[in-house]
């Protein structure tokens, strides 16, 4: 027997030998043939504007089979401008079997009823050289071959090629059918594998297709000595082994098994504020479960879902048949989302549940969704909180907040301080545990406690009975010394369940030794300010007037003192000159006269 390399060299010049690639080769012609041989592998090259047709047939009474291992169009093509047309007979004129395009997913493989076949390949315009290899053989119908094809059904299996570890049979063709139970996939693995080898597989090969057809959904060919794996998309595989008539090896050994995919995961979002609840599930999650949004329901089946493009339910803490329990450190707001099918006898679907929480905790809020499916618990989590806003309001009604920033005040003045919880549950309570003063809006210089752990802490600080979602007292406006001119409001709120009558919010105050043991349900800070006085408004305003006024002025002043200081300097001199004049006149009435100097010399 000759080697493998040695097999490969004498198989490349025997196919050369025989192909039509636009030169003639031994007296084939370079488009189109007529064939008889029992047997013929073609290497056929073509350039733009072809239309080649080959015949073939032959006296036995036997059917042909036509396989073209590759092919190559001009990219660019379309089925409509190029193609292989096969006819089930001697003329393009016998009914079409099929055809071979650029987009075609497959390893065509075309069998006629008789003993004749044409096939036709077709091109554009384009200049490209397309390349296409294809053999055919006869051979007999009722001819059968051990172990060659079948139908697979368990869960996972093993087959073989003909003959294996022995040489596999020419002219073989086998196809196995591998289908395992619904949702799951097919993994296929090869213990052993060995095929001809060529570059482009096209003499002996193993093809993989993804279904039960070998009409499209190739996943992959595969020959030589490699080991390949394949995996399909669904639970059907169809496997296809395909040789020709020279240079046979000892095939391969396969083992299949069924993947099972993971449970799907809940593709499910929760969102809690103070006053609602949210909940977002996927079309395509209850796709997967085999549900739609019409078997899904809350705990109050007549609260219904909004549907787009997914499926949304959003209601008010308070409705929708939710639940609400105070845990001393939290409070929890409970619905459930139960999927299930509804006007049947019996059902083979799993019902599934789905467990929605907000739970409001000290100082954050957790949002915790859980998935029940046949036991099995799948949750997701977020964080969210209550809204609570802190206002001034103009008198002790609460009636009218004061809108204007910076609040400008009279030195001593009550204002009144109110902390409001945004939220549609009518048992919860608002308590002011701690209320602090600074200059500065960040709180990182002096401050001052007007309330601390619910106590008074200033004089002129009165609180308010806890009522409904509001907190409330009043103290008498101040300025910090050193001349800062702002003051800032930070209060530490807490939110108790009403129904609770020990928690924090109904103790009122709790000296720092006690504190402890008092609980509460959530916790959260409320900033409000500036507060300036309006003295400080006043000396402001004032201060900007003459700064305006001078502008305007200054000109006109400059002008004046001028004019002012010439008047001056005139008057000056008139001065200096009448009371030189003056002195001069009395002299002489005095009999003092001018007298020269006597002259030293």
Avoid at 5 to 22: A, T
Avoid at 293 to 319: A, G, K, Y
Wanted: proline share 5%; glycine share 4%.
């Amino acid at each position: 027997m000759l080697r493998f390399k040695e097999l490969q060299s004498f198989r490349k010049d025997k196919v050369l030998k025989s192909c039509g690639d636009g030169h003639e080769r031994h007296g084939e012609p370079q488009c189109g043939a007529s064939l008889s041989d029992p047997n013929k592998a073609l290497k056929i090259n073509l350039n733009s504007n072809a239309n080649c047709l080959w015949h073939i047939q032959r006296s036995e009474n036997q059917t042909i089979r036509l396989i073209f291992s590759y092919f190559k169009f001009n990219p660019s093509s379309s089925c409509e401008t190029e193609s292989i047309k096969v006819y089930d007979g001697p003329s393009s004129n016998s009914p079409l079997l099929g055809q071979v395009c650029n987009n075609t997913d497959a390893v065509p493989v075309f069998q006629s009823s008789s003993n004749s076949l044409t096939f036709l390949i077709t091109t554009n315009s384009v200049a490209f050289t397309r390349n296409f290899f294809v053999s055919y053989y006869y051979f007999s119908p009722e001819t059968t071959i051990e172990n060659c094809g079948g139908s697979l059904t368990g869960p996972s299996g093993t087959f073989t090629s003909p003959n294996y570890p022995a040489a596999y049979p020419e002219f073989t063709y086998c196809v196995w059918h591998i289908q395992t139970t619904k949702n799951s996939k097919i993994s296929l693995e090869f213990q052993d594998f060995f095929l001809e080898l060529d570059q482009n597989c096209q003499f002996d090969f193993l093809a993989v297709y993804d279904g039960l057809t070998t009409d499209t959904g190739l996943i992959g060919k595969a020959c030589g000595v490699s080991r390949p794996t394949f995996e399909s998309s669904s639970n059907a595989m169809t496997v296809v082994l395909s040789t020709d008539y020279a240079n046979s090896y000892r095939g391969f050994s396969a083992r299949y098994t069924s993947v099972l995919p993971s449970p799907p995961e809940p593709d499910t979002s929760l969102t809690c504020s103070s006053d609602r609840m949210t909940i977002v599930l996927s079309k395509a999650y209850l796709d997967s479960l085999g549900y739609n949004e019409t078997h899904l329901q809350l705990n109050d089946p007549s609260c219904r879902p909004v549907t787009t493009d997914q499926v949304i339910f959003s209601f008010p803490l308070s409705s929708c048949g939710t639940t609400k329990k105070d845990e001393d450190l939290s409070i929890t707001y409970t619905n459930v989302v139960t999927i299930s099918e509804s006007g049947n006898v019996i059902t083979r679907k799993k019902i599934v549940q789905i467990i929605a929480k907000c739970i409001m905790e000290k100082n954050s809020t957790l949002e915790v969704i859980y998935v029940t499916e046949n036991n099995i618990i799948q949750n997701t989590a977020s964080v969210g909180r209550y809204n609570v806003s802190m206002s001034f309001y103009d008198s002790d009604s609460f009636s009218s907040p004061v809108l204007e920033s910076p609040y400008y005040v009279d030195l001593n003045q009550t204002l009144f301080a109110q902390v409001s919880l945004h939220s549609t549950d009518p048992n919860l309570l608002v308590f002011i545990d701690t209320c602090t003063a600074s200059p500065q809006s960040d709180f990182g210089s002096i401050t001052y406690d007007l309330i601390r752990s619910g106590c008074k802490k200033d004089d002129t600080v009165v609180t308010y009975q806890p009522l409904e979602h509001y907190g409330r007292f009043r103290f008498n406006a101040f300025r910090f010394l050193r001349r800062a001119p702002s003051v800032y409001l930070q209060c530490d709120v807490l939110i108790c369940d009403s129904n609770n009558e020990s928690s924090r919010c109904t103790k009122g105050c709790v000296s720092r030794q006690k504190r402890e043991t008092s609980s509460y349900t959530w916790k959260t800070k409320a900033v409000v300010g500036p507060i300036r006085l309006k003295r400080d408004r006043r000396a402001a305003d004032h201060l900007e007037s003459l700064t305006g006024t001078d502008a305007e002025e200054t000109p006109n002043l400059q002008r004046y003192s001028f004019s002012t200081l010439s008047v001056v300097v005139l008057i000056s001199n008139i001065i200096i000159v009448v009371a030189v004049v003056v002195k001069y006149h009395m002299n002489c009435l005095s009999g003092s006269g001018y007298q020269k100097i006597p002259s030293s010399y």
